[in-house]
């Protein structure tokens, strides 16, 4: 009888310290998702880990009333049209992309915009279920904590727009020669279009690819400007 009390005992004891591990690491990741929900990041996991362009990155914060809604948009549109009533994950593309897993497909991406904020902040490129498993926790953290517009002008600061640039502010000055607020449809919508592959697809030297892309971001991009998809 003594010895089944001890073990309970000390099965307690692993237990609650296993709590209160798991309690003080969910405080920790906490704390930099509130502070950035006001601060702006001064640098990003994702431009730590860019090896060929440490030395050269290009990165300028620049805040939302300061970005031409266009670029919202476009970006929007190209990446995450369910972005303004989805709560961080958009599952019928996940299920979708499970569906093309297991018909032999390649695995296509199926992150919203606040998975993409979290892991740019965060972590670190891959796709392992281990890293998608912490994306998707930090996002919902993301979700419950910021609003959709914080959300997205993270996103727009932070994003790669190619090799070593970061942001739309370095985007556009580097593409365009001119600021988030005077980007031009078509402009932002070229931006958007190298997204899903930044260091192959270049706004500089778009390729036909790019344009095709670019024209149907941009049909996009009014259809979401006439349904008012940025009245969060």
Not at 170 to 199: H, K, R, W
Request: charged share 25%; aromatic share 12%.
């Amino acid at each position: 009888m003594r010895r089944r009390r001890n073990k309970g005992k000390r099965l307690s004891k692993i237990v609650y310290r296993f709590a209160a591990i798991l309690c003080l690491l969910i405080a920790i990741s906490w704390l930099p998702i509130l502070g950035l929900r006001w601060l702006q990041p001064p640098t990003t996991a994702f431009m730590l880990q860019d090896e060929s362009a440490r030395e050269s990155i290009a990165y300028e914060w620049v805040e939302w009333s300061l970005i031409n809604s266009n670029a919202a948009y476009a970006v929007m549109a190209a990446e995450d049209q369910k972005f303004p009533d989805h709560f961080g994950f958009d599952f019928a593309s996940i299920r979708d992309s499970l569906d093309q897993r297991d018909n032999g497909l390649e695995l296509r991406g199926a992150s919203t915009i606040s998975q993409q904020v979290a892991k740019n902040l965060f972590l670190w490129p891959g796709r392992s279920f281990v890293r998608k498993g912490i994306e998707a926790y930090f996002a919902l953290l993301l979700e419950l904590t910021w609003p959709k517009q914080r959300i997205l002008e993270v996103y727009l600061n932070v994003a790669e727009f190619g090799p070593g640039i970061y942001g739309v502010a370095a985007a556009s000055q580097e593409f365009f020669a001119t600021t988030p607020a005077g980007l031009t449809d078509a402009e932002a919508a070229l931006l958007a279009a190298v997204l899903p592959n930044p260091a192959r697809l270049r706004a500089d030297r778009p390729s036909d690819y790019l344009r095709d892309r670019q024209r149907w971001i941009l049909g996009q991009l009014q259809r979401l400007r006439r349904e008012q998809a940025l009245s969060f």
